[in-house]
């Protein structure tokens, strides 16, 4: 029994090696950020990696921060992306409520075309999304950046696979016992979805805090520019230390990573329970 069992756990350890080596390779070039960010500057060009600084250097942060409006663009990323974040929760969870528990004339063709936007390149939807938000009068705008990101066909699809789950039977009861539709999605459909909130949290805002070429062409004044465009600015200034650059670049990886920290274990549990199936 014991060889069985040590002959077990050998082979899925020797399993998790694969796993284990992309894990560390995926990481890897974070690790070598940070530490450079902590670094002289003449530490850059030298031909051997210091993973490990033997002199901190933390002034690279405030340099780097006062060397650009960075605390607004950061102020506005963030206000972006928790909207754009909150309008995907909204909408997205309403639209997949409708879809997995309504029967309409025309329900699949719709599930259909909404999924078919996720083929569609952003260069394709771009000038038309362009002239359309110029035509409201919304550049150089918050709503003007966060508006057409505020519904994701991949949320619709996610929340409509998992309200499926969700017995039909429960919706019946409530409505004989005369509860309301409102009533029913917020009592009853919200409670049992909360780990596929968590995962199209997570992913509506880590996306909307990494968009670079939507905001770049909405956006030309500094009030309203989001960080990664003032990343972009820092870094094509030659006049600036690459260390500070890569100091910049930390902060701009802190607000996704708590995200991911406050939902992570409902991140989890939404991987196992939404299928795929429906």
Same mark, same amino acid.
């Not at 075309?113 to 918050?142: A, G, H, Q």
């Not at 409509?160 to 017995?167: A, D, G, T, V």
């Not at 992913?203 to 520019?225: A, G, K, M, T």
């Given at each position: 029994?014991?060889?069985? @069992?040590?002959?077990?756990?050998?082979?899925?350890?020797? *399993?998790?090696?694969?796993? +284990? +080596?992309?894990?560390?390779? #995926?990481?890897?070039?974070? #690790?070598?950020?940070?530490? !450079?960010?902590?670094?002289?500057?003449?530490?850059?060009?030298?031909?051997?990696?210091?993973?490990?600084?033997?002199?901190?250097?933390?002034?690279?942060? $405030?340099?780097?921060?006062?060397?650009?409006?960075? $605390?607004?663009?950061?102020?506005?990323?963030?206000?972006?992306?928790?909207?754009?974040?909150?309008?995907?929760?909204?909408?997205?969870? /309403?639209?997949?409520?409708?879809? +997995?528990?309504?029967?309409?004339?025309?329900?699949?063709?719709?599930? @259909? /075309?909404?999924?078919?936007?996720?083929?569609?390149?952003?260069?394709? !939807?771009?000038?038309?999304?362009?002239?359309?938000?110029?035509?409201?009068?919304?550049?150089?705008?918050?709503?003007?950046?966060?508006?057409?990101?505020?519904? &994701?066909?991949? *949320?619709?699809?996610?929340?409509?696979?998992?309200?499926?789950?969700?017995?039909?039977?429960?919706?019946?009861?409530?409505?004989?016992?005369?509860?309301?539709?409102?009533?029913?999605?917020?009592?009853?459909?919200?409670?049992?979805?909360?780990?596929?909130?968590?995962?199209?949290? #997570?992913?509506?805002?880590?996306?909307?805090?990494?968009?670079?070429?939507?905001?770049?062409?909405?956006?030309?004044? &500094?009030?309203?520019?989001?960080?990664?465009?003032?990343?972009?600015?820092?870094?094509?200034?030659?006049?600036?230390?690459?260390?500070?650059?890569?100091? #910049?670049?930390?902060?701009?990886?802190?607000?996704?990573?708590?995200?991911?920290?406050?939902?992570?274990?409902?991140?989890?549990?939404?991987?196992?329970?939404?299928?795929?199936?429906?």
């Amino acid at each position: 029994m014991r060889k069985q @069992l040590s002959f077990f756990w050998s082979f899925e350890w020797l *399993g998790m090696l694969p796993l +284990a +080596a992309l894990t560390f390779l #995926i990481i890897l070039p974070i #690790i070598w950020m940070l530490s !450079t960010s902590f670094q002289s500057g003449e530490k850059m060009f030298q031909l051997t990696t210091e993973w490990i600084p033997t002199v901190l250097h933390p002034e690279n942060y $405030p340099n780097a921060l006062s060397r650009g409006a960075f $605390p607004r663009f950061f102020l506005n990323s963030f206000i972006v992306s928790a909207t754009v974040m909150l309008g995907n929760l909204v909408f997205c969870t /309403l639209a997949g409520y409708g879809l +997995a528990k309504y029967r309409i004339r025309g329900d699949k063709i719709i599930l @259909l /075309l909404i999924l078919s936007t996720l083929m569609l390149p952003m260069e394709v !939807t771009l000038v038309p999304t362009f002239l359309i938000i110029r035509k409201l009068d919304w550049l150089n705008t918050y709503q003007g950046i966060f508006a057409p990101l505020l519904v &994701d066909a991949f *949320g619709v699809f996610l929340m409509r696979q998992f309200i499926l789950k969700i017995p039909t039977d429960y919706l019946e009861a409530a409505r004989i016992d005369g509860a309301g539709e409102f009533k029913i999605f917020w009592k009853i459909i919200l409670p049992q979805c909360k780990p596929a909130i968590a995962t199209m949290a #997570i992913f509506s805002f880590r996306d909307s805090w990494d968009q670079f070429i939507w905001p770049l062409v909405v956006v030309s004044v &500094d009030e309203y520019r989001t960080y990664p465009l003032g990343l972009v600015r820092f870094g094509e200034d030659y006049g600036n230390p690459p260390t500070e650059q890569m100091a #910049i670049a930390v902060l701009a990886t802190i607000p996704v990573f708590l995200v991911f920290w406050i939902l992570q274990r409902s991140l989890r549990t939404g991987f196992t329970m939404s299928g795929l199936k429906g």
